[in-house]
């Protein structure tokens, strides 16, 4: 299946400290690609795969559920590991669910975690009912090109493909029963304004890993990493590896 251009994977090799990024639900790594070279740019290995379904059509991604989206980032993240002394986690939206997976299933072989808007709770009605939906309509309206900044598009479907959708509801189920686990470093950003997921996740997040830093993102919409406040994100997050890594960065 012919990928969209600009859909493509990003990695890029550096020093021993390395990051993995993952994309959020019907996008693509274009969503990331600029903080992925920010990163590299300061010496940071990364790896921004693109997940199973995702960057071709929504018809393909409907053959495609949770399990396999996680299963690329996981596969990225042994790559990594296998490279890196040290390895830190970070997504976007679904992205940074999957994100925190990682950190609940390998401990602390992951080194610390950045999410931006996660989502990890069941807080749309039309998810509620996807599991019957999935039978008789096929996909519903996008949800993606959440950004507040003019000029600027993310790179996703127009269509939610419905039976990639029902099979959500699990992943957040594992994720939030997990949350516990989550000990390591942890920095969420949120914006204020976000018309794809509600503040439930974040709150969700904020009463369980407590040492959490939340910082709030006032001048974008979900798709932060395009928007207003992409530079402090791209910023903070080399701030926080940079605090967290037991290695200095390498600049070429």
């Not at 790896?47 to 929504?58: D, F, K, N, V, Y």
Request: hydrophobic share 40%; glycine share 8%.
């Amino acid at each position: 299946m012919p990928l969209i251009p600009g859909a493509e994977p990003y990695h890029h090799e550096a020093g021993p400290v390395g990051v993995l990024l993952c994309h959020g639900f019907t996008g693509t790594p274009q969503s990331l690609r600029p903080w992925g070279e920010f990163l590299a740019g300061q010496g940071v290995s990364v790896s921004l795969p693109r997940q199973p379904g995702h960057g071709t059509t929504w018809q393909e991604m409907n053959r495609t559920r949770w399990e396999d989206w996680y299963a690329e980032v996981e596969k990225a993240f042994q790559d990594l590991c296998g490279r890196c002394s040290d390895v830190f986690v970070a997504g976007l939206s679904l992205g940074g669910c999957l994100a925190l997976r990682l950190a609940e299933v390998h401990g602390p072989a992951v080194r610390g975690v950045v999410v931006v808007n996660p989502s990890i709770a069941l807080d749309a009605p039309l998810l509620r009912l996807a599991p019957v939906l999935k039978w008789f309509l096929p996909s519903v309206p996008g949800v993606g090109n959440d950004v507040k900044k003019p000029g600027v598009t993310e790179l996703a479907y127009a269509r939610t493909p419905v039976k990639a959708a029902a099979s959500l509801p699990e992943l957040w189920s594992l994720v939030q029963a997990d949350l516990a686990e989550v000990t390591q470093p942890l920095l969420v950003y949120h914006s204020t304004e976000d018309h794809v997921v509600k503040p439930t996740s974040v709150a969700i997040l904020r009463k369980i890993v407590k040492h959490a830093t939340i910082e709030e993102l006032s001048d974008s919409y979900h798709v932060a990493t395009l928007d207003n406040d992409a530079d402090r994100i791209f910023a903070g997050s080399l701030d926080f590896i940079r605090t967290h890594a037991s290695v200095p960065l390498q600049r070429d």
